[in-house]
């Protein structure tokens, strides 16, 4: 059974720093894993995708990296902005089954 | 633009009233699913299709039903015997097994 875990819950940093956000899921035979930003209200928008045989993927100021024998995935965010402020969540495939197991998601925060 | 579209937006129903939430895509998709997301809970699925006139139950599909008709379309119907429907609905799709996109939601409110 896959559990996706994210800690902290909730982060709040001062604007123009760097940080990272912890995902780490029970299962790693994993093919893909997906990190999301969900702002209030929203849908999920889709960030950084990371197939098994890569291990990173960046967009932008963003980096994701997967380690499946530790069973962890980052999310390194450069140089965070207010706009940055939404929550951040990730997703792990059930192995065999063609759906995704999400974390709680860590609420992050961005002060001017 | 290619994307996926739910409706409606906010949704308000009585007690005893079966309600349905549409959600169409033209990204040419094969694969669709409904979450439901509650404060706290994070996102749970209630029904995925992977193909026309197919779908399987998630975790949580008592008190839901869904039709998978045509490629572009996948309706969920929220029934009296869900029990607890106040909720955050949530439309997805994918190329099986590839990068999964969302969207924007639906707010049900129970009266």
């Known amino acids: 059974k896959q559990e996706v875990t994210q800690i902290p819950a909730a982060l709040s940093v001062p604007e123009g720093e760097n940080l990272v956000l912890n995902c780490s899921f029970t299962?790693?035979?994993?093919?893909?894993l997906q990190w999301f930003r969900q702002d209030p209200g929203k849908g999920l928008t889709s960030l950084l995708l990371?197939?098994?045989?890569?291990r990173e993927q960046t967009s932008g100021r963003l980096n994701a990296s997967l380690d499946k024998s530790s069973g962890r995935s980052t999310l390194y965010i450069a140089a965070s902005q207010p706009g940055d402020s939404a929550t951040y969540l990730c997703a792990a495939p059930i192995q065999g089954a063609q759906k995704l197991v999400f974390g709680q998601g860590t609420r992050l925060t961005i002060n001017p | 633009d290619g994307g996926i579209t739910q409706s409606p937006k906010y949704l308000f129903r009585k007690e005893g009233q079966n309600v349905t939430l549409s959600c169409e895509q033209n990204l040419n998709h094969d694969a669709m699913y409904w979450y439901r997301q509650d404060p706290g809970q994070g996102l749970r699925l209630i029904y995925y299709s992977q193909i026309v006139n197919d779908f399987q139950k998630g975790d949580i599909a008592e008190g839901y039903s869904v039709s998978r008709e045509k490629k572009e379309s996948f309706p969920l119907t929220v029934t009296s015997a869900q029990k607890n429907p106040t909720a955050f609905y949530l439309c997805?799709?994918?190329?099986?097994?590839?990068?999964?996109?969302f969207g924007e939601g639906s707010r049900l409110t129970v009266l």
């Open positions: 299962d790693s035979a994993i093919y893909n």
């Open positions: 990371i197939q098994s045989s890569q």
């Open positions: 997805a799709s994918s190329i099986v097994g590839r990068e999964l996109f």
